[in-house]
Structures are given as structure tokens and as C-alpha cells.
């Protein structure tokens, strides 16, 4: 693919905010804020949530369906 992103999937990444002196600020309604973005796998995703919000990455769901 011309864009770069062949072979790419899209991931939603929930992760633990931090609060101002690094410790974790879980809301009260137990949600945790996520960002979706799109990696080779889910090891490179959770890399990436982690970079991108400098938060701790609790879990990593694949959205877009597995090929048969």
C-alpha cells in the first residue's frame, strides 16, 4: 500500500491515568479512557498507548476482524 500502513491492524488500548505526581487516578465509574490506534500487533500497540499517553496500558482489544 502506498500509505505505509500495509499489514497494519486497528487497536483500542485502555490505559490507567496518572495523576500529577504518578500515581494512578482511576475515575469513579471504573471506565477506563482508551486510545485507538493502528500496529502491526498487539505488542507494537501497547508500545505505542504507552508512548502516546505516558500512562500504564492495563489491556489491548484488536477491533478489526481476524482473516480466515
Known amino acids: ?3 505505509g500502513l500495509s499489514g497494519q491492524r486497528s ?3 485502555f490505559f490507567a491515568p496518572s495523576d500529577g505526581l504518578g500515581i494512578p487516578d482511576i475515575p469513579e465509574s471504573g471506565a477506563l479512557p482508551f486510545v485507538q490506534l493502528k500496529a502491526e500487533d ?3 500497540a501497547m508500545r505505542a498507548a504507552h508512548h502516546v499517553t505516558g500512562c500504564p496500558v492495563s489491556s489491548v482489544e484488536r477491533l478489526d476482524h481476524a482473516e480466515a
Do not use: I, L, S
Open 11 to 13: 487497536y483500542r488500548c
Open 1 to 3: 500500500m502506498a500509505n
Open 42 to 44: 498487539g505488542e507494537h
